[in-house]
């Protein structure tokens, strides 16, 4: 397990749901999003009617569950929680929805992946309100409509451009999520000492937001690290200096890069000259799977600025040979 993996671990479950907040006052950050959510509730609730399907979009971690919780809660709604890889055939979603109760919310999570015959269901169904269950096989096969509770759908998907247009077009409402600035994580993670416990400084909120790569998931999980240490070595309260102890001893650098991603940059600065080089040529450099550099440690790079990929391979940029403390060589033609 990576500790600065944006996804869910077993250990991350419970101390996510213990750290959700419940309203839409308490969520931090993406202040347009909610902004445009609130008006969609208020106006909503204000005219007795279910509000339009909500998308959210965005990476793990950023807060698409809680927000889904957030919604059912302002409406005052019960919550169905389900997620596209559970639902693998039309069956599977019928079931659900032909036990939704009047207004409730249903979250369904990567709505990406859901069976093809399931989306078609979920298309009626959101239009509608109806479902159609076939009875019976081959030719004699009927299909029967069936009416279903007026329902407020709640897509989360990592990747809105994967969605087929005739879903992306049924949500009324699309909210895109971007990362966090380290000020907001920085709240983030005072008030989640809070709800803990845990006694921390203000400048180590600061340390542990700015390592968190704008994930609130991140920042809760290093914020628990630290807590671990500062107990084992101090008495529990969290400077910075032990912040930054404890980070360094977990290998999160100050831009919240770990082993692996440094270890791809140092290889690409000191074995490749900074590039350009294929992946699977960096990847054996390693000894990891492409697909690991690829899938694990490049997107974070890039999207620091650190690393770049082109037609003829990974480059280093300037920031990485800064980040790493190496001078280029002139051939790095920076
Ligand atoms: P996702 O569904 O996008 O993977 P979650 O909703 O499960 O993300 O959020 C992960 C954790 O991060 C939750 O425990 C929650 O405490 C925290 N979190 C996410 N967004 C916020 C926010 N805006 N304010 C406070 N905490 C947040």
Redesign the pocket.
């Known amino acids: 397990e990576r500790l600065v993996s944006a996804e869910?671990s077993v250990e991350d479950q419970a101390?996510?749901?213990a750290?959700?907040?419940k309203q839409l006052d308490d969520?931090?950050?993406?202040e347009r999003v909610r902004e445009q959510l609130s008006l969609v509730l208020h106006s909503a609730l204000r005219r007795g009617r279910t509000p339009d399907h909500v998308l959210l979009s965005?990476g793990?971690?950023?807060?698409?569950?809680?927000?889904a919780m957030i919604i059912a809660a302002e409406l005052g709604k019960p919550l169905r929680i389900t997620s596209g890889p559970a639902i693998e055939r039309a069956g599977d979603l019928a079931a659900v929805l032909s036990t939704l109760s009047e207004g409730e919310v249903l979250f369904l999570?990567e709505i990406h992946r859901m069976a093809r015959p399931a989306e078609e269901m979920l298309y009626l169904a959101m239009e509608d309100f109806r479902v159609d269950v076939v009875v019976g096989k081959g030719p004699g096969a009927t299909a029967i409509p069936l009416d279903i509770a007026r329902f407020t759908l709640v897509g989360?998907t990592t990747r809105a451009g994967m969605l087929p247009g005739p879903l992306r077009d049924r949500f009324g409402f699309t909210a895109h999520m971007d990362f966090y600035e380290p000020a907001e994580l920085e709240v983030?993670v005072r008030?989640?000492a809070g709800l803990l416990g845990v006694r921390i400084d203000d400048e180590a909120a600061a340390e542990v937001a700015f390592r968190s790569r704008g994930t609130?998931?991140i920042a809760?999980r290093l914020l628990r690290r630290v807590r671990d240490y500062a107990e084992v070595r101090a008495d529990g309260r969290v400077t910075r200096e032990l912040a930054r102890a404890a980070l360094k001893l977990y290998e999160v650098d100050e831009e919240g890069l770990d082993r692996l991603d440094r270890a791809v940059l140092r290889a690409l600065l000191t074995k490749f000259g900074g590039g350009p080089v294929g992946l699977s040529t960096l990847a054996v450099s390693v000894g990891e799977e492409p697909e690991t550099v690829e899938v694990v440690a490049e997107p974070f790079l890039v999207r620091q600025g650190l690393l770049a990929r082109t037609a003829r391979g990974r480059v280093a940029t300037a920031a990485a040979w800064e980040h790493l403390g190496l001078t280029p060589p002139p051939s790095a033609g920076l």
């Open positions: 869910q101390i996510d749901a750290l959700r907040p969520f931090i950050g993406q965005g793990p971690g950023l807060g698409k569950t809680t927000l999570d989360a983030i008030r989640s609130p998931r809760n």
